[in-house]
């Protein structure tokens, strides 16, 4: 997993992966070559036992403001661009790698997240955010409506009215306020972000990686699921984390009162 166009910094912290939008310069604004690296790392950390949490935030003073707009030329001969082709190859893969994946995804917003940018955070599992930050549904400043899983995945944090107000009027939602609707799990002092980020993300690495994955897909299918539909299948994903090592090391743990050393398998 390496990157040598640079846009995208790959590290290892232990057993958690740091991904980190690096073009600073035009705010981690996406491109189609970025898009393809970030899904290619969390697709393969998905599979690599040796990774068990990841980390994803941006380089210098935003997280990320979506789609690169200087890429776009609505003068120009191959206007209008193919948007449904943009998102089902690139936009969708993405978020839907982040939402499924079977490792906890932290991101750290240490600042403006818009448009796809916005949504490609609230796709990861737990986000703390810089108390300057903000989010911001851009989309209709240009004609657009929220993409990158956006109208799915916003409804379900702050509710429908919030929702639309947010999308329909492209109004800025700061931290505190995110934090506060529930958007977001929590808004930290600017200095404390990327260490409160770290540590949370070293925390989820050294957890029961396979619960904690069978916790993320049941909550992801809840969404759609009946009652019936939703115990059965909790009852069939602890069946499968109860025959892990990781759940007789915590009983174990338990019952001797010291903390659990898991080993994600």
Not at 125 to 140: C, H, N, P, T, Y
């Amino acid at each position: 997993m390496s990157d040598d166009a640079g846009e995208l910094r790959v590290a290892r912290d232990g057993a958690c992966l740091v991904l980190t939008l690096n073009r600073p310069q035009k705010l981690n604004a996406l491109t189609v070559s970025l898009i393809s690296r970030l899904t290619e790392a969390v697709t393969e950390a998905d599979t690599n036992p040796d990774l068990r949490a990841i980390l994803l935030t941006g380089a210098g003073s935003a997280f990320c403001v979506g789609q690169d707009l200087a890429r776009r030329d609505p003068d120009g001969p191959e206007w209008p661009p193919d948007l449904r082709s943009s998102i089902t190859d690139h936009y969708a893969p993405l978020t839907t790698a982040v939402l499924t994946s079977r490792k906890p995804v932290v991101c750290a917003v240490n600042g403006v997240a818009a448009g796809a940018g916005a949504n490609l955070a609230l796709a990861c599992d737990i986000v703390l955010a810089a108390e300057s930050a903000r989010f911001i549904q851009s989309f209709a400043k240009v004609g657009l409506i929220p993409d990158s899983a956006g109208t799915w995945i916003l409804p379900r944090l702050v509710g429908l009215a919030r929702a639309r107000a947010i999308c329909l009027t492209g109004e800025p939602v700061g931290a505190r306020q995110a934090a506060e609707w529930g958007m977001i799990w929590r808004a930290v002092p600017d200095a404390d972000l990327a260490e409160e980020a770290r540590q949370l993300a070293q925390n989820l690495a050294e957890g029961p990686t396979v619960a904690l994955g069978l916790a993320k897909s049941a909550l992801l299918a809840s969404a759609s699921a009946s009652l019936e539909e939703q115990v059965a299948r909790e009852a069939d994903a602890q069946d499968r984390a109860g025959r892990t090592n990781d759940y007789a090391e915590g009983v174990r743990a338990f019952l001797a009162k010291r903390a659990p050393r898991f080993e994600g398998r």
